[in-house]
């Protein structure tokens, strides 16, 4: 936990001008370097002091001093990535002191809340219930976390863009993870972020990962690379539920349940459900053998890209667009026994209809039995 001007002093917060004061006296005659004492400590509580005459509660941190320091200049990308660096150093210490404690309490079965981080790093603030699950609130933004056990998040969670190296990774080994009414909130995972269920559900908002443009590091001009921060979530045992993903994610789970799906997202599931309009822009649906996929907006076909694909276990691939092509009336007849239920223009996207893994991997299969040509399929009516 960063410490407070009111800690180094050595008194609690609400303290009076005058106590203030003479606390400072009592540890400046303690501590300066005349009477023998550390000058360093000296320093530090005599900051303090000066802080708190001018009512800020926590010391500078090492981002604020390199930004107040007279030899800093400018906004460089080499000095962006420094301070950065110093930050999630920071919070990474911060967040392993977390997991400690949260560990702690789950170990002993008791209760307990503590903030972690400060008011310049950005608090948090856990609490261990005595149902056992871990209940967070604030904003996650670097550092790992295992906890064994379920979680409750209130807050958004994030992850370092100048850095692998205190990249956010919350494990849970048991339990769900469950964001606190995260379409209400607007809670969101973004920017590399990584969270793994082990056996449970993932109930979550808004997914984003990030990609970026950086010059080449060789120095040649005009040339640039492509970074990704690829952000997961995976629930191998479980579900994972959320609203928009986009932009360079993975999904893994026994069950994925979407809204829209847009640009470079990866689906791995035994089953897909889609409620939203959206697949599109180079997005991938592996489909587990024994699966299904099915999508339940009207005009989702106006949305889905043809540049999605699907593809199964076995390695066979289908591009979504001859399956927004592909009419129910078409398939073998073994995969819809019940084909006069559906209109002669129905497609296998949208309304609902389940597309299964062995109806994917036999789509080139055609039906043996003529449809019967009824009143309603002649209309374009279905029969229900």
Not at 144 to 156: A, E, H, K, N, V
């Amino acid at each position: 936990m960063v410490e407070s001007n009111y800690d180094i002093l050595g008194i609690v917060e609400g303290t009076t001008e005058k106590e203030i004061r003479d606390a400072f006296r009592r540890l400046a005659l303690q501590y300066h370097s005349d009477r023998g004492g550390e000058n360093e400590q000296f320093i530090k509580i005599k900051q303090a002091y000066e802080d708190l005459k001018i009512g800020k509660k926590y010391p500078e941190t090492d981002i604020e001093k390199i930004k107040n320091s007279r030899v800093y200049s400018d906004e460089s990308e080499a000095d962006v990535r420094r301070k950065n660096q110093i930050l999630g150093q920071q919070l990474s210490k911060e967040m392993k002191t977390a997991e400690e404690w949260a560990a702690a309490h789950n170990r002993a079965n008791s209760t307990g809340t503590r903030l972690f981080g400060s008011k310049t790093l950005g608090e948090i603030e856990l609490e261990r219930k005595a149902n056992g699950a871990l209940s967070i609130k604030g904003n996650f933004m670097a550092g790992s976390l295992t906890y064994d056990g379920p979680i409750t998040m209130q807050g958004s969670i994030t992850s370092p863009s100048w850095t692998r190296e205190f990249q956010t990774n919350i494990h849970l080994t048991k339990g769900d993870f469950k964001f606190f009414d995260p379409v209400e909130n607007k809670y969101k995972i973004e920017n590399g972020a990584q969270i793994t269920v082990d056996n449970g559900n993932v109930v979550v908002g808004n997914i984003f990962g990030r990609k970026f443009r950086v010059e080449d590091p060789d120095g040649k001009v005009g040339v640039y690379k492509i970074l990704e921060h690829r952000t997961s979530i995976s629930a191998p045992n479980g579900k994972i539920i959320a609203e928009n993903v986009v932009n360079t994610v993975s999904l893994d789970a026994d069950t994925v349940i979407v809204l829209n799906v847009e640009d470079d997202v990866r689906i791995s599931a035994r089953e897909v459900l889609f409620y939203g309009g959206k697949l599109t822009y180079d997005s991938v649906i592996k489909l587990k053998e024994g699966g299904s996929i099915r999508f339940f907006e009207n005009f989702s076909i106006q949305g889905l890209s043809g540049d999605a694909k699907i593809e199964l276990e076995n390695g066979k691939k289908i591009r979504l667009f001859d399956l927004k092509t592909k009419k129910i009336k078409d398939l073998a007849d073994e995969f819809v026994p019940n084909k006069e239920n559906y209109t002669n223009d129905a497609t296998m996207v949208g309304h609902g209809f389940t597309i299964t893994y062995d109806m994917l991997n036999n789509l080139s299969k055609k039906p043996t039995k003529k449809q019967k040509s009824g009143w309603a399929s002649r209309f374009g009516f279905s029969k229900n």
